[in-house]
């Protein structure tokens, strides 16, 4: 009865820092959804009118045509799809390298290859603009994509998941006949998908909230991103922070449908790959 007792004890009290956690997360998000509803006026009132009497539904309507948010959409869209799917082949490829060809110096490579992610983005920065500006494709979307096309953590995530896949496997694959290309595309991604849709999904929410690389390299008003569009509400006279709000519950919802449509495979792919 005692240890009953405890573990009664253990689980309240985890499931009460859990309930605690979650509605810390949970509260900037109503308080923006609150937000877009309200006057630009009331938005700081204290204390905090949660539910608008008077929803002001306009503020969405007009955030959308202000900063013409279907250009915005279709912007982000492909840039992040693009992103994503260059890096699912990219990383899984190299991963499989990695992981199952044998050659000299494949873990000092792999780690050297590794470091770069201790590299911060500002060091890297100029250097990287003035190659893109080089190139000829400076203010255009696939600036955004070429440079997000590669990712070390991508090939982490995936080597890591490739390593638990028996060995005996592939070896049983090269006496069939199988080459490595085949093997790589036939066995090895479809035992992987948990892994690819986590790394699938943190690649497009990061393409999706970038801000610092299209603020470097688009200057055109047709080729912003959307949260170049949500920083268009903030000019020299103030900020309207009733449609940054409004904008901002814009951004958010693809996002937050597409994780619920790809929680099973992210959670799967997290617990599977070793990155829990």
């Known amino acids: 009865m005692s240890m009953k007792k405890d573990r009664t004890i253990k689980k309240t009290v985890l499931y009460i820092v859990l309930i605690f956690g979650a509605i810390t997360m949970i509260i900037p998000f109503i308080w923006m959804i609150s937000s877009s509803l309200k006057l630009n006026k009331d938005i700081f009132n204290f204390p905090i009118e949660w539910i608008p009497k008077n929803p002001v539904w306009s503020n969405f309507k007009e955030a959308w045509e202000q900063a013409n948010f279907t250009r915005l959409y279709l912007n982000t869209f492909f840039v992040a799809i693009s992103v994503t799917l260059l890096q699912l082949l990219t990383c899984s490829m190299s991963a499989y390298s990695f992981s199952k060809l044998k050659y000299r110096m494949r873990d000092k490579i792999f780690l050297g290859y590794l470091c770069t992610l201790m590299v911060p983005f500002q060091v890297i920065m100029i250097p990287q603009f003035i190659i893109i500006k080089n190139l000829g494709i400076s203010d255009t979307l696939w600036a955004l994509i070429l440079t997000g096309a590669f990712s070390p953590f991508g090939v982490f995530l995936l080597r890591q998941f490739f390593i638990s896949i028996p060995d005996e496997i592939i070896e049983a694959a090269r006496i069939d006949g199988a080459g490595e290309f085949t093997i790589y595309s036939r066995i090895m991604l479809p035992l992987c998908k948990p892994a690819l849709a986590s790394l699938?999904?943190?690649?497009?929410?990061?393409?999706?909230?970038?801000?610092?690389?299209?603020?470097?390299?688009?200057?055109?008003?047709?080729?912003?991103?959307?949260?170049?569009?949500?920083?268009?509400?903030?000019?020299?006279?103030?900020?309207?922070?009733?449609?940054?709000?409004?904008?901002?519950?814009?951004?958010?919802?693809?996002?937050?449908?597409?994780?619920?449509?790809?929680?099973?495979?992210?959670?799967e792919g997290i617990a599977m790959t070793g990155g829990k």
């Open 200 to 267: 699938g999904i943190f690649t497009f929410v990061f393409c999706w909230n970038d801000f610092l690389g299209p603020l470097i390299y688009i200057n055109d008003p047709l080729k912003r991103t959307i949260q170049l569009g949500i920083r268009s509400f903030q000019t020299s006279n103030g900020t309207d922070f009733a449609l940054v709000m409004a904008a901002a519950v814009c951004a958010t919802l693809p996002i937050i449908i597409i994780y619920l449509f790809a929680q099973k495979y992210f959670i």
